[in-house]
C-alpha cells in the first residue's frame, strides 16, 4: 500500500495511510482506511481510480460522511474524499451548478440570500450536494430530485457522463446510482422568490431540525421510514427510546437516531440497529430498513 501511496503522491497533495476515518464522519465513530487521499478535480479523480484498479486495490468515495457507519476495524482499502473544484458551485440567473462536494446547507444559504426558491427545505441538512443526489435526500415532503437537471457522473469506465433526472432512478431516499460511479457535478434548476419568505422558510426549516433532532454525534435517520408511518414513531412505539449499548443510545429527542453519547463504537451502534430492526418486527411486523451507509461490513 505505501508504495500506491507514493506514486498517488505524485499527482495529488493530500494522501495519507491508515487515516482514523472516525475524524471524517459525522458520527465521530470508525477505524482507519489503509489509505486516504482527497482528489481536486476530474483529472485528479480519475488518476486515481486508474491507480487504485491497477493495483487492484478496493476502494470508497466518502461525501461528508454524515450518513455513514465505519466498522471498528475501518476499511481494507482506499477512502477518496473530493476537495478542490468538487467543492465549488456558480449560479447563472435561476441555474446553478455544483461541485459535488459542496455542503447542500450552504448551497440552500446562498440560494436564499439570492431569492431563489427550491432549497429551503434544505436549510440545516448535513451532507454534500453529491451524496444528498445518491440517496435523493430531502426533507418537510421535498427532495433533491426535484430540482435536478442534469448529473455530471463517472461512469465504470472513469469516463465523464451527462444524465438526465429520468436516468437516475430517483425515488424516495433512493436513485440508481451507486459504485463504481462517482457523482462530480449537479445542475439544479431554481425558481424566483421573495428574499423575506425564503428566509422565513429557512428559518422555520432550521428551527424544526435543531428542535427535534439531537445534538450529540449522529449519522442523522438511521431508518428510511415505512410507507404510512415513520421509523422514529415505531421505535419509540416499541419502547425502545432512550435505550443504550456501551456508549450509544436511541436518541431521547428523536428515536429514529442513535446518538454516540460517549467514545461509542461501531458494535455498540450495530448492536441497537438489530435490537430495533427485531423489536419492530416483532411487534408489528414491519421491517425497518436502513437509511445510513455501512463501510468496512
Not at 457507519?69 to 477518496?80: E, F
Not at 429551503?120 to 444528498?132: D, K, L, W
Not at 454525534?217 to 419502547?239: C, M, Q, T, V
Amino acid at each position: 500500500m505505501k508504495d500506491v501511496a507514493e506514486i498517488i503522491a505524485e499527482k495529488i497533495a493530500t494522501v495519507r495511510l491508515q487515516e482514523p476515518l472516525s475524524r471524517h464522519t459525522s458520527f465521530k465513530i470508525g477505524g482507519p482506511a489503509d489509505l486516504y487521499l482527497e482528489a481536486e478535480n476530474v483529472e485528479q479523480l480519475v488518476f486515481a481510480l486508474s491507480c487504485l484498479r491497477k493495483h487492484k486495490i478496493p476502494y470508497y468515495v466518502l461525501g461528508s460522511g454524515t450518513n455513514i457507519l465505519v466498522h471498528d476495524d475501518g476499511y481494507r482499502g482506499a477512502v477518496i474524499r473530493l476537495a478542490g473544484q468538487f467543492r465549488e458551485f456558480n449560479f447563472q440567473q435561476r441555474l446553478v451548478t455544483a461541485g459535488a462536494a459542496v455542503p447542500l446547507a450552504v448551497l440552500a444559504q446562498r440560494a436564499q440570500e439570492l431569492g431563489l426558491r427550491g432549497l429551503e427545505f434544505a436549510a440545516g441538512i448535513p451532507g454534500s450536494v453529491g451524496g444528498a443526489l445518491v440517496m435523493n435526500a430531502g426533507a418537510h415532503g421535498h427532495a433533491l430530485g426535484e430540482l435536478v437537471l442534469e448529473a455530471q457522473i463517472l461512469d465504470a469506465a472513469l469516463t465523464l457522463h451527462t444524465y438526465q433526472p429520468q436516468d437516475l432512478g430517483l425515488s424516495y431516499r433512493k436513485s440508481n446510482i451507486g459504485p463504481p460511479q462517482v457523482v462530480c457535478a449537479v445542475k439544479l434548476q431554481l425558481a424566483a422568490g421573495d428574499r423575506d419568505e425564503l428566509k422565513r422558510q429557512s428559518r422555520d426549516a432550521l428551527t424544526f431540525r435543531r428542535n427535534r433532532q439531537p445534538r450529540q454525534p449522529n449519522a442523522g435517520s438511521i431508518f428510511k421510514n415505512p410507507p404510512h408511518d415513520a421509523a422514529g414513531r415505531l421505535i419509540e412505539a416499541a419502547g425502545l427510546k432512550g435505550q443504550r449499548v456501551g456508549g450509544a443510545a436511541i436518541s431521547d429527542v428523536h428515536a429514529n437516531f442513535i446518538v454516540n453519547e460517549q467514545n461509542a463504537t461501531a458494535q455498540d451502534v450495530m448492536t441497537l440497529i438489530t435490537k430495533i430492526q427485531q423489536e419492530v418486527w416483532c411487534q408489528f411486523g414491519i421491517e425497518l430498513e436502513l437509511e445510513i451507509r455501512l463501510l468496512g461490513y
